[in-house]
Nanobody, 119 residues
Framework: QVQLVESGGGLVQAGGSLRLSCAAS??????????MGWYRQAPGKQRELVAT???????NYPDSVKGRFTISRDNAKNSAYLQMNSLKPEDTAVYYC???????????WGQGTQVTVSS
């Protein structure tokens, strides 16, 4: 199995920045076969997509974060990252790292890390 461990969450003022990290317990040769993503869930809301980066490096963002968030990956470090800039209070949520094998046969989630953006 692949274990994902998020870090970097915390409390930040509106307009500030945070960088989330997701470390995967898998070798780099296999990490490169996973599509990586970040999702978030606020109290009373559905879990929503924040960003994805495919095994080939293609990225996707919803309009709510486009231009403010950047997802990246470092296959040599078996890690994915989410750089969050210009944070807004509505970004407050638990952020989860996700890894999906290219063929869809495996899907893993991290434990989540809390991001709180104050007004």
């Amino acid at each position: 199995q692949v274990q994902l461990v998020e870090s970097g969450g915390g409390l930040v003022q509106a307009g500030g920045s945070l960088r989330l990290s997701c470390a995967a317990s898998v070798g780099s040769i296999f990490f490169s076969l996973y599509d990586m993503g970040w999702y978030r869930q606020a109290p009373g809301k559905q879990r929503e997509l924040v960003a994805t980066i495919s095994s080939s490096g293609n990225t996707n963002y919803p309009d709510s974060v486009k231009g403010r968030f950047t997802i990246s990956r470092d296959n040599a470090k078996n890690s994915a990252y989410l750089q969050m800039n210009s944070l807004k209070p509505e970004d407050t949520a638990v952020y989860y790292c996700n890894a999906k094998l290219w063929n869809g046969s495996k899907n893993y989630w991290g434990q989540g890390t809390q991001v709180t953006v104050s007004s």
